[in-house]
């Protein structure tokens, strides 16, 4: 799916050279359930709910006719209105541009989209704004506007392109014709910013509409290029705009889906965008304005090549985006360049942020991904008794200052986001396996659980995700909250031992204190407000739930209380490391190294910072025989709770649980790990651990992969002798 999409472009062959048929939006490779039939052309994502939205497009159609027809000028053709719906809709195209923030700097500029996973809280008045409500205010806004049109717009436009009496009737209908769906798209796509950013459905029909007018307005810039370069004056960098929306409106669908073949649509658009230089006439305007949206692109474009592991495009594209930003600020002598170059900082070292280096035999560097594959999780055996839960939703969370960031994804987020997602899967290479030929049956369906991810929520901003998630949970599923935050601790000894007396997490540092120690007297006179502790998760247990904490003070949840009965389980970083690791913290934490890639994790707590494919390849293979073996002793286990076992049978979750005790047999073993059990994950309920994390046949395995590695030495060899 990747190399198909790095192929296509979102159109074919350049206007005016017999230019092919491109769909706007490619049938992605996995819809989401609920999503129809994909994003194609001929069909919207939205399955019934488009329905909807298409009768409420024909309903502001007739009401816009009627009101043409009644405001027609008096001896005038029938074209009249729309010559004036013509040009202003040119001359408003400026007041529809997204709203440009003012002082929030290059970084919130760079990745200012139109709907954000983990951005400031939505206002309570544009939370509650209903579809019905945003879809009318659309349609009444177009009958408004284009009812006070005037004749005299569409000659204004067109007077560039020769006398007025000149412009045939039909390419007068193609500029108006265009500047509608310019102008309606524009409207549609600021709309977005007044959908609540939680939930999964009341946002799919309005983001249908967006979509079905993007097609359409893609489609007729494509088959009227010529009409639209003489008489509207049509510029690269519109088109540019036009094929950048498109890839933003594939970026947050998989924000909002979590299906990652929307990323490869999105990568698509962004793609051609460069290799047709689409912007490349923006540096000879003086109109800064214009390459701040280039420059908006670029990092977009970063994110989305993140996300896929397009590791190399990075690279070029940092390359780029420095050399623009060097351009922009000699020439216009901006304020925000310090900002810009943070950028740029940030995402050098997030691409810098893995401890070990995969090479080639050219030394060249292997680009690995972590997602989930067909043969990553253990597979279960015959005899094995687990549960019939799936994980559903998940939230995760980061509030870690110090820690590599790119926009409002730290490290520790972006590693466990890919844990929880599969591989994207090519249909074509699926179907052209090996006796797959004959077969009339489509693969499987791969789901991704629903993920939102926010960066320093508030309190009420977290709840308020939590809620909509627990409330949408289907049933048999579970909830997933992952929290890499700095850890809040009590400030004295307290007469009682509640869920509110031993401390939490901080998701939200108050950016309106900077001095640290008013922070520290003000956190003695009364609990932190931003603090999640363990109490506040007590009314989510009504549901299956599934908790890692990465923190120095995760011990905090290991005094929680299954007040319901549900599945419960806690997954707890070690609250401290030795200090011969602390000085890499700010790469990301090793905990959650373990739980995204646990042979990279294994390789660096052994001190090794490269190693070559073939070596990496046969760790691997080595490293899923352990994880069967795990999976094994989990489900032959008679005093393990069974909360583990109703978990296990969904293979990210199970995933996980193997790797947790693969990462605490690992640590229980090193040498330098063993000054200190604050250096031991921990779990809630507790494992058994001469079952699990302290079985003997495990610890075998340990020493045979550190042995395939000569670095046997850095691990004790009786360590049962130690307890």
């Not at 289907?474 to 850890?487: C, D, E, F, Q």
């Not at 046949?697 to 004790?716: C, G, T, Y």
Request: aromatic share 10%; hydrophobic share 35%.
């Amino acid at each position: 799916m990747m190399a198909a999409a790095a192929r296509r472009g979102p159109e074919g062959p350049e206007a005016g050279q017999g230019g092919g048929r491109r769909r706007c939006r490619p049938e992605p490779t996995n819809p989401r359930p609920g999503g129809g039939r994909g994003l194609c052309a001929a069909a919207p994502p939205v399955g019934s709910a488009v329905v909807a939205a298409a009768g409420a497009d024909r309903e502001g159609g007739r009401r816009w006719e009627a009101a043409r027809q009644r405001r027609r000028p008096r001896g005038t053709g029938a074209a009249a209105p729309r010559e004036a719906a013509a040009g202003a809709a040119a001359r408003r195209s400026a007041l529809f541009q997204p709203p440009e923030p003012c002082q929030s700097g290059a970084r919130v500029l760079a990745l200012a989209e139109s709907s954000r996973p983990s951005g400031e809280a939505v206002p309570q008045a544009q939370a509650q704004l209903s579809l019905e409500n945003l879809s009318q205010k659309t349609a009444n806004h177009r009958e408004v506007e284009t009812c006070v049109m005037t004749e005299f717009a569409l000659k204004e436009i067109m007077s560039s392109g020769g006398a007025e009496d000149d412009i045939p009737q039909a390419e007068r209908k193609t500029v108006t014709d265009f500047c509608y769906l310019l102008d309606k798209s524009k409207q549609l796509f600021n709309g977005l910013r007044d959908l609540p950013q939680y939930g999964q459905k009341q946002w799919q029909s309005y983001f249908g509409r967006t979509f079905d007018v993007y097609t359409k307005l893609w489609k007729f810039q494509q088959q009227h290029r010529q009409v639209l370069d003489n008489r509207y004056g049509l510029k690269r960098w519109q088109i540019g705009e036009i094929a950048s929306k498109i890839g933003q409106l594939y970026y947050h669908y998989y924000l909002r889906t979590s299906e990652t073949s929307y990323l490869n649509e999105a990568f698509s658009f962004y793609s051609a965008i460069r290799q047709r230089s689409y912007y490349s006439q923006v540096n000879k305007e003086d109109r800064p304005e214009l390459v701040v949206k280039k420059l908006r692109y670029y990092a977009r474009f970063i994110v989305v090549c993140l996300l896929l592991n397009k590791m190399d495009v990075v690279k070029d594209l940092v390359k780029e985006l420095s050399d623009e930003i060097e351009d922009y600020t000699h020439r216009f002598n901006t304020e925000d360049q310090v900002e810009w170059n943070l950028v740029l900082q940030e995402v050098a070292a997030f691409i810098e942020a893995d401890p070990v280096m995969v090479l080639n035999d050219d030394n060249t560097i292997v680009i690995t991904s972590n997602r989930l594959s067909e043969t990553g999780a253990p597979l279960l055996e015959q005899g094995m008794i687990v549960g019939q839960l799936a994980l559903a939703d998940a939230l995760i969370i980061g509030n870690c200052n110090n820690q590599v960031k790119f926009s409002e994804l730290t490290i520790d987020m972006f590693r466990m986001l890919q844990a929880l997602e599969r591989e994207p899967m090519n249909l074509a290479s699926q179907m052209n396996k090996p006796g797959m030929q004959e077969s009339t049956e489509k693969p499987a369906r791969r789901e991704n659980p629903h993920k939102y991810l926010l960066y320093k929520p508030t309190f009420s901003q977290l709840y308020t995700f939590l809620a909509a998630s627990f409330k949408e949970l289907p049933a048999n599923s579970v909830l997933l909250i992952y929290l890499s935050a700095t850890g809040v601790f009590p400030s004295g000894r307290s007469d009682s031992e509640g869920p509110y007396d031993f401390g939490g997490v901080l998701t939200n540092s108050n950016r309106d204190i900077i001095n640290g120690d008013a922070i520290h007297k003000r956190n003695q006179s009364y609990k932190e407000m931003h603090c999640l502790h363990p109490g506040d998760l007590y009314p989510f247990t009504r549901k299956p739930l599934f908790i890692i904490v990465d923190s120095s003070n995760s011990v905090a949840y290991k005094n929680f209380t299954n007040l319901f009965g549900q599945p419960l389980v806690c997954l707890l970083s070690p609250t401290a490391y030795p200090k011969a690791l602390q000085d890499q913290s700010q790469r990301g934490s090793l905990f959650t190294l373990f739980l995204n890639n646990p042979l990279m994790a294994f390789l660096f707590v052994s001190g090794l910072s490269s190693m070559r494919r073939g070596l990496w390849e046969k760790c691997q293979d080595y490293l899923r025989k352990i994880n069967r073996d795990i999976a094994q002793l989990l489900t032959h286990s008679r005093s393990i709770d069974q909360s583990f076992l109703q978990f296990f049978g969904d293979e990210f979750l199970r995933l996980l649980l193997t790797r947790f005790i693969f990462c605490s047999a690992t640590m229980r073993m090193h040498k330098i790990f063993r000054q200190e059990t604050r250096n031991y994950p921990e779990s809630y309920p507790q494992l058994p651990r001469d079952e699990t994390v302290e079985n003997p046949h495990l610890q075998k395995h340990i020493l045979e992969l550190a042995s395939i590695l000569d670095v046997r030495n850095v691990f004790l060899e009786n360590t049962l002798d130690d307890y």
